[in-house]
């Protein structure tokens, strides 16, 4: 959602404005956004360049009680271009809290994403609630995904998390709780974005978010001839 001030999942109204269709618009992207009955604030969102085919939503279990956020599952397919198919793109964002809820919900994420995936490349997204080397990590690597920033990691380290505040000049983050993983595809390159403030209309300096983005550049397969 569109935060014309600094809040929290506890204090944004989930009235103000959804940005997926305009960011989409913007980008001459098609986008696919988290739907469902929960009046949830934040939620998951992909644009893609590529025509979306289809989407599926899946609320994750265990069920959580925390203000403002919908656990959930988004899983959209896309024709990539020439020829080389579809991909599968799913996305989620695990509970902070509770460990063995986070494990539990990875566990329901895994299961919803071998029942309905294709044969091609598969990515998967998110913000998992917990540094490399926890529980969900090892989970989603056991299926054969590869976490893109962990094996390409390049000069600087990929730091995501957290800025207690998206207000004002905030020290640089030092660790990561969100992640792209693969199979199918080679990594060519990895990065961040969204790592300094801009200014606004009052002078006062602005984040895009708490957390930085990861940027992945994937090469594509060659068709089958």
Not at 52 to 59: C, D, F, G, P, Q
Not at 74 to 87: D, F, M, Q, T, Y
Not at 137 to 150: K, R, S, V
Request: charged share 20%; net charge negative.
């Amino acid at each position: 959602r569109a935060e014309e001030s600094d809040c929290t999942a506890s204090d944004c109204p989930p009235a103000q404005r959804n940005v997926a269709p305009a960011l989409a618009a913007a980008l001459g992207m098609q986008a696919h956004e988290q739907q469902g009955d929960e009046n949830v604030v934040w939620a998951n969102a992909i644009l893609s360049r590529y025509p979306i085919l289809r989407y599926e939503r899946k609320a994750l279990n265990p069920r959580t009680s925390e203000s403002g956020e919908g656990r959930a599952a988004l899983h959209v397919v896309a024709k990539l271009p020439g020829g080389a198919g579809e991909i599968d793109v799913f996305i989620t964002h695990l509970t902070g809290a509770d460990p063995k809820v986070r494990a539990a919900q990875a566990a329901d994420f895994i299961t919803f994403i071998s029942a309905t995936r294709g044969t091609g490349p598969l990515l998967v997204m998110g913000d998992f609630g917990e540094t490399p080397g926890g529980q969900v990590a090892q989970a989603l690597g056991a299926t054969g995904l590869t976490d893109a920033a962990a094996t390409f990691p390049g000069i600087v380290p990929i730091t995501t998390c957290c800025r207690a505040s998206i207000i004002g000049e905030q020290p640089p983050l030092a660790e990561r709780t969100d992640y792209v993983l693969v199979s199918g595809l080679s990594v060519k390159s990895v990065g961040m974005f969204a790592l300094v403030p801009r200014k606004r209309a009052d002078n006062s300096l602005a984040y895009a978010s708490d957390h930085n983005g990861i940027e992945v550049v994937f090469k594509l397969p060659v068709p089958t001839p």
